[in-house]
C-alpha cells in the first residue's frame, strides 16, 4: 500500500509543474485523495483534494485559481497541475489519503521556485 509523487524540480517564479502520484496496493478509486504540502520551518497544510469520482475538487485558498487537481482512476494516479509558481510555494508536496483508520501517505516531491 503506498503512494509515489513524482514531477517535482526547480522552477522559476511564473513557471509551471505538473506533479503527479501514482498509487497501488489499495482500491484507488474509493477514496478521496488530497495533496498537501510542508514548507522548511512550517507545519504541513492542505492544497487540494479530489473526491473518488473526480467529480468534486477541494482547494486551499493558496492554491485557488493557480492549481489544479485531477485523477486517472483507470491509472491509479493523481495530479496536481501548478501553474503561476510563486517561491512562497517551494515545499515538499505529498499525497494523502485516509483509509479506514489507516493514514497513507507518499514520501513526497521537492518543488523549489526560485529564480
Known amino acids: 500500500v503506498q503512494f509515489v509523487e513524482s514531477g517535482g524540480g526547480l522552477v522559476q517564479p511564473g513557471g509551471s509543474l505538473r506533479l503527479s502520484c501514482a498509487a497501488s496496493?489499495?482500491?484507488?478509486?474509493?477514496?478521496?485523495i488530497s495533496w498537501y504540502r510542508q514548507a522548511p520551518g512550517k507545519e504541513r497544510e492542505f492544497v487540494a483534494g479530489?473526491?473518488?469520482?473526480?467529480?468534486?475538487?477541494n482547494y486551499a485558498d493558496s492554491a485557488k485559481d493557480r492549481f489544479t487537481i485531477s485523477r486517472d482512476n483507470n491509472k491509479n494516479t493523481v495530479y496536481l497541475q501548478m501553474n503561476s509558481l510563486k517561491p512562497e510555494d517551494t515545499a515538499v508536496y505529498f499525497c494523502?489519503?485516509?483509509?479506514?483508520?489507516?493514514?497513507?501517505w507518499g514520501q513526497g516531491t521537492q518543488v523549489t521556485v526560485s529564480s
Open positions: 494523502y489519503a485516509q483509509l479506514g483508520a489507516y493514514d497513507l
Open positions: 496496493g489499495f482500491t484507488f478509486s474509493r477514496y478521496y
Open positions: 479530489i473526491s473518488s469520482a473526480g467529480s468534486r475538487t
